[in-house]
Each structure stands twice: as C-alpha cells, then as structure tokens.
C-alpha cells in the first residue's frame, strides 16, 4: 500500500511502497522514528482510513470492497483497538466503560444491559480486573486504566488488535505486563497482535518485528518472544487477590480524555 498526505501544494510521501503479510495468530510489532508512518500504516489496516493506494487485504476480504456498513462492522467487530490514551469516559464505571461496544454494534437498538454487562464482566476477568468493575477510571492506575481499555477492545471477541503505542503513557514496569498481557491473549485467544511502538525493548517482546522508514517497512524477522508467564500479573487467579494491591505507581497521571 501507499499513502501520502496533502496538505495544499505540499504533498508528504508517507508510505511509498509498503508490502507485507501478517499470518493468523502471529504477534508482531511495528517498530520506527516518530513521523515514519506507523499510526498511518495501522489506520488504514484497522479500516479507520481508506484514502490509500494499493491493496489491504485481511481475512481474505478487500477493505477497499467492503460497503460502508461493512466496514464500520469490521471495524467494530473483527478488530480490536488499544491506543496510547486509554480513552476511558470518566463518569462511566469501569464495567460500563468495557460494555460501550455493545452501544455501537450494527443495527443493536436495544442493547440487552443484562448480557452486555455479562459480557464486560467476563472480559475483565480476563484482563485480571474483574473485582474492580464498579470503580470508577480515576479510581485506577495507569497500568490498570489501560487493562480496562484491553477489556473494551476484547468486548466483541476480535481477531485482530491493533495496537498503537499501547504502553506510551506506562512506566517500564507497567508496560511489560501489557505486552505479557498481550502475549497471553495472542497465546490462549489465538488472537492475532499488532503493537506500534518506537520503544525497542517493547519491540524486543513481540515475536516478529516490523520496522518502517523512510516510507518503507522492512521484516527484522523472528526472534523467540518472552513467554507470557512472568510478565503477566498478579500471579493470583482473577478471582482471588484484588489486582489494586500490585504495586503500581499513584493516580498522578490523569490523562483521562474522551476521544
Ligand atoms: P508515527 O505514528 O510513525 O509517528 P504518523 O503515521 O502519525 O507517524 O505520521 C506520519 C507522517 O504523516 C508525519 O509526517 C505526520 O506529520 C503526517 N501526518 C499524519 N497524519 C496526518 C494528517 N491527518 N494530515 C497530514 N499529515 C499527516
Ligand atoms: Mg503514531
């Protein structure tokens, strides 16, 4: 695919000739300087951005050729998004934040609460934060605050995450648990994981390694990811410790944004 920008006369060749296959199930990042077009690159995948020369084909479908609705569908449902802000609504509670899919799933005009807050629960079981659905964001650390978006973008069991700088507003610490969460769910959900970052030692966890610059992408290769136990916490089932109680740092981080 390529895309370029412009912006009056000035056109920006972001993405010249970029040629790749991501396989079912592999957990890949996108590794590059600020400005080499990751963000871009991961739009036009995730069908946020159709504006872009070539060809994108996922699960044997053209995204060019999908109508509309079929697109926002593939969006909403094939895909699951995880950004750098975590994009909570702080007046919503957690588990209210997590069933927010529900409201924009095709043609639901009446979203059943009941299985929906069902269906939120389960996922942040599955993210480890599953006694903290009443809390509110602001309640949360970083750490956790992003675990809930994870929660949201597993609402509707996608097959793809696009992942973009997913762990840019976490210490180090924090971040190698979303990646080892990231692995768990690319391990036990067979969910294929894609995570943009220009943070080196995040690339160094994924599997495989994409780089783009100077409008290109270029395959790194393989290297053995770290296995998913270590990084993923609490050791605990979900059921049993309260996951506030890792040690995560003080709420001083309030960057809670609506998109
Ligand atoms: P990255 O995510 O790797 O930091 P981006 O994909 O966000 O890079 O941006 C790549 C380049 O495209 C940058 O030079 C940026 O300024 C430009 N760009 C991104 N979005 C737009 C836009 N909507 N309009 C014009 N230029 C853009
Ligand atoms: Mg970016």
């Given at each position: ?9 000035l056109v920006n ?113 599955e993210v480890e ?16 605050r992003q675990r ?112």
């Open positions: 695919m390529r895309k370029a920008y412009k912006t009056g006369k060749e972001v993405l010249r000739d970029v040629e790749f296959e991501i396989g079912d199930g592999e957990f890949v990042s996108i590794i590059g300087p600020s400005g080499s077009g990751k963000t871009t690159l991961l739009h036009a995948i995730g069908g946020l951005d159709r504006d872009y020369g070539g060809e994108i084909e996922v699960d044997g479908r053209s995204l060019r050729s999908l109508s509309d609705v079929e697109l926002s569908d593939y969006r909403n449902r094939f895909v699951g998004f995880v950004f750098q802000s975590f994009y909570l609504l702080p007046h919503l509670t957690v588990v209210e934040n997590v069933a927010l899919p529900a409201l924009f799933a095709r043609g639901d005009r009446t979203v059943d609460d009941d299985a929906a807050r069902r269906r939120a629960q389960e996922v942040l079981d934060l599953g006694t903290r659905g009443d809390s509110k964001p602001t309640m949360l650390s970083g750490g956790q809930v978006a994870i929660a949201r973008a597993l609402f509707h069991r996608p097959k793809l995450m696009l992942c973009d700088e997913p762990t840019g507003n976490l210490d180090s610490k924090m971040g190698t648990q979303i990646v080892g969460l990231f692995r768990k769910l690319n391990r036990d959900a067979g969910i294929t994981v894609v995570i943009v970052t220009h943070d080196p030692k995040i690339s160094a966890a994924t599997e495989r390694h994409l780089r783009v610059e100077d409008g290109q992408l270029f395959d790194d290769g393989r290297t053995a990811a770290e296995p998913a136990a270590p990084a993923a916490e609490p050791a605990a089932p979900a059921a049993a410790a309260e996951p506030a109680a890792e040690a995560e740092p003080a709420r001083a981080d309030d960057r809670e944004v609506s998109p």
